[in-house]
């Protein structure tokens, strides 16, 4: 398995550093100069990059690391992704460090977004965030609703390695849904004592998202009750997420 280090970049992102036997990749490499900074130090070349969408704050760095490394660059088939050496769709299984990944279809924030799974690890960009997910750019709410669920469908002690540092405000978004959650409120202490410590809120695990994220709580009567009253058009799942996630936006 891999060893998984952040490398901050940008005001809020995280770029994924994943180390196996000496050899290095990243995932969603927005910013180049973190990367390479990283890598000198470790003494590492880059063998791969693993794209999960075309926005530029995730494969921006591609072609200054392709100038130092000549690395294979993984990324969704139907977007325009610079360098791309491995088309992919979703459903396939690559290898990268000699570990086999896990290709996930997770279309909502864009139509090409792809996720990554390793047992017990999941890169899944700006779709499933801690306590949140991504805006639907792209894609409709049905979509999102899909991929967050297929994303759900995976061990409960998958690590959820997103792509930013959204959880303090996600968290304050969750607490207006679900004031009397009780797993939020611990969630909120833990999160904002890691966050004084300057210390990454992520990952964080399946497990957690499942019991303090509004998002993959669509079936919750708490969730439901408050869906209905900003409008929803009935109590299916989908229109659920659709209210809740349409109130997000502008929260
Ligand atoms: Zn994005």
Redesign the pocket.
Known sequence: MFDILPIPAFKDNYIWLLLRDGHAAVVDPGDPVPVIARLEELGLSLESILIT?H?A??QGGISALLEHWEAEVFGPENESITGRTQALLGGEVITVLGQAVQVMAVPG??LGHLAYAVPGALFC??TLFGAGC?RL?EGSPAQMYDSLSKIAALPDETRVYC?HEYTEMNLRFALAVEPENQDLLVRVKRVAALRDADQPSVPSTLAEEKVTNPFLRSAEPVVIAKALELGAVDRSPVAVFAAIRQWRNGF
């Open positions: 969408h926005h704050d995730h924030h864009t960009g700006d991504g750019f792509a």
